[in-house]
T-cell receptor, first 112, second 112 residues
């Protein structure tokens, strides 16, 4: 059972455009993480959000954790070709030591 | 600092053969995870170890899969016998405590 659903699945935009990626669940998470994965490499952690309503910024990327801690969003301002990759949200599953489940993923392509 | 090291990076084998994937976690990390990534199922947790002890192997597909961690600096994931549906990218990740996951570059397995 996939606990984290991401949308959209695929996104192809022009350089300079803004975009938002969503991560939704019916379950409450104590924290959520966002990773970016480039072709041929493993996922790399971008950010962890832990408090409901929390907003974190990483240069042109803005991450928000929903008030109820069931969802999160990633907003990219003025996308660059270097933002191209697979974006994954992830969260810990209860009952396991550091057992993390990953979302379905959003594949982003930024066209120069 | 060296990150998580995986070998081989690519493996092509025939159905029925034994496959062994290897992982060296980041020095000092005490948790190790094996994930599998496919287009259909995304990133799935297969098994994870804490202080070299297997904690949860509920994600291992079936008895053909086995994993070992004989010491803090080495782990293996073995598939015997391999089948075409095992074709995927296998990632090893490590962490210290309940902190962030650091992924290796993955092993792309193709079973013909």
């Amino acid at each position: 059972t996939q606990l984290l659903e991401q949308s959209p699945q695929f996104l192809s935009i022009q350089e300079g455009e803004n975009l938002t990626v969503y991560c939704n669940s019916s379950s409450v998470f104590s924290s959520l993480q966002w990773y970016r994965q480039e072709p041929g490499e493993g996922p790399v952690l971008l950010v962890t959000v832990v408090t409901g309503g929390e907003v974190k910024k990483l240069k042109r990327l803005t991450f928000q954790f929903g008030d109820a801690r069931k969802d999160s969003s990633l907003h990219i301002t003025a996308a660059q070709p270097g933002d191209t990759g697979l974006y994954l949200c992830a969260g810990p599953i209860s009952g396991g030591y550091q057992k993390v489940t990953f979302g379905t993923g959003t594949k982003l392509q930024v066209i120069p | 600092d060296a990150g998580v090291i995986q070998s081989p990076r690519h493996e092509v084998t025939e159905m029925g053969q034994e496959v062994t994937l290897r992982c060296k976690p980041i020095s000092g990390h005490n948790s190790l995870f094996w994930y599998r990534q496919t287009m259909m199922r995304g990133l799935e947790l297969l098994i994870y170890f804490n202080n070299n002890v297997p904690i949860d192997d509920s994600g291992m597909p079936e008895d053909r899969f086995s994993a070992k961690m004989p010491n803090a600096s080495f782990s293996t994931l073995k598939i015997q016998p391999s089948e075409p549906r095992d074709s995927a990218v296998y990632f090893c990740a490590s962490s210290f405590g309940q902190r962030n996951l650091y992924f290796g570059p993955g092993t792309r397995l193709t079973v013909l």
